[in-house]
């Protein structure tokens, strides 16, 4: 259940593909992985998808511009670190526009 979920949240979603990677690094970056943790690719599928699947958060980006306006370097590191490990763990998506 790990890229079907992400992919269906997404896939009509993403005007291009960098808008698919910004928005699974969002919800990567509000998971409690860690860069220190050097998690594989299957972990950050699995944990996208879980915290997708949980609707814990509808949208993850409030989240993430909090952090960034409170923590800026801990939000550069982080989100450099997200973008990343999306591009790795979901290097066989592909985002198709919506329209």
Excluded at 35 to 44: L, S
Excluded at 82 to 96: D, G, K, N
Aim: hydrophobic letters at 45%; aromatic letters at 10%.
């Amino acid at each position: 259940m790990t890229t079907e979920t992400a992919t269906a949240v997404y896939a009509g979603l993403a005007e291009s593909e960098d808008h698919g990677l910004g928005a699974l690094s969002a919800v990567l970056f509000c998971t409690s992985l860690r860069v220190q943790d050097e998690p594989d690719d299957e972990t950050v599928r699995t944990a996208v998808d879980e915290l997708l699947a949980s609707h814990v958060v509808d949208d993850f980006y409030p989240l993430v511009g909090q952090v960034a306006g409170d923590y800026p370097d801990l939000y550069l590191t982080r989100i450099t670190w997200c973008r990343r490990a999306v591009s790795a763990a979901f290097a066989a998506l592909t985002f198709s526009p919506a329209w």
